[in-house]
């Protein structure tokens, strides 16, 4: 009989110096390479302070009052709801769409905006960071595009729904 994982790093994690934010210390853990921590704060923080630039210039009314803002609505804004899982029934494959738990939704979210910003070349990681939260907060960006071709194909598959168990 299975027992459910309990892990300690939820609550081992510390928020991060800047914001106190436990979200954005994960991301930033995300962000790490080779165990470079100060590296990738480096780049999360100048980053946030890109954005801040330009929300300062931007007058739409509707506009996050800070990067912090924007970060979260960005992670919110790109969260799945459903994906498919290939289920192998009677000698078939399936791709069978099934809800997404919520720490799921989230390391998937990040996921897909650090693949868009790696994807990219050319230019400082922190610029190409902060062009793509803050295309993702305005529900653009390649981020946002992988978001809706997995909801699209959970939505192509719906007839394979009864599979899920």
């Not at 791709?95 to 998937?108: A, E, G, I, T």
Request: net charge positive; hydrophobic share 40%; aromatic share 8%.
């Amino acid at each position: 009989m299975g027992r459910k994982r309990f892990t300690k790093a939820a609550e081992q994690l510390r928020p991060d110096p800047r914001y106190g934010d436990k979200v954005v210390s994960r991301f930033i853990n995300c962000i790490m390479y080779d165990g470079k921590k100060a590296v990738a704060q480096r780049v999360m923080y100048d980053c946030f302070d890109i954005i801040d630039e330009k929300l300062a210039k931007e007058t739409a009314p509707d506009k996050p009052e800070n990067a912090l803002k924007l970060f979260q609505a960005a992670i919110e804004n790109v969260k799945p709801f459903v994906e498919v899982r290939s289920k192998r029934i009677g000698g078939a494959n399936y791709q069978v769409p099934l809800p997404v738990n919520r720490k799921r939704q989230q390391s998937l979210a990040f996921r897909w905006i650090i693949d868009a910003t790696r994807a990219e070349r050319g230019r400082p990681m922190c610029q190409r960071l902060a062009d793509e939260l803050y295309a993702a907060a305005k529900k653009e960006g390649k981020a946002m595009m992988t978001r809706d071709q997995t909801h699209r194909m959970a939505e192509a598959n719906r007839a394979f729904a009864h599979f899920a168990n």
